[in-house]
């Protein structure tokens, strides 16, 4: 699978962002895609997640209300809309992917990744 990341940049707290990912190659109709990310000295954290079959979706708790991930199965292309942005969301930030659903990008984890995009919020 091969996973293209756009967006990112620098803003204010409070600000907003949206990250893109187009995705191709995927072996099966069933897959999890989603974002993680990782600050500096930080272990990588699993931010939301959408599921192929249903569109159910996952967030972590630092982004419930804040955070909303989209996407368009048909065309391959999804997206994470960042509202109220807080400078702890600072951090490199992976479109990534895997086979069977978010279980394993819920925790961090992922079998395949997009190039990361760096978020950074100011405060």
């Known amino acids: 699978v091969q996973l293209q990341a756009s967006g990112g940049g620098l803003v204010q707290a409070g600000g907003s962002l949206r990250l893109s990912c187009a995705a191709s190659?995927?072996?099966?109709?069933?897959?999890?895609i989603g974002w993680v990310r990782q600050a500096p000295r930080k272990e990588r954290e699993g931010v939301a997640c959408q599921s192929s079959g249903d569109g159910w979706t996952w967030y972590a708790d630092s982004v419930k209300g804040r955070f909303t991930i989209s996407g368009d199965v048909a065309k391959n292309m999804f997206a994470l809309q960042m509202n109220s942005l807080k400078p702890e969301d600072t951090a490199v930030y992976y479109c990534a992917t895997e086979i069977g659903g978010c279980a394993d990008l819920n925790r961090g984890a992922a079998g395949s990744w997009g190039q990361g995009t760096q978020v950074t919020v100011s405060s």
């Open positions: 190659g995927f072996t099966s109709a069933y897959y999890g």
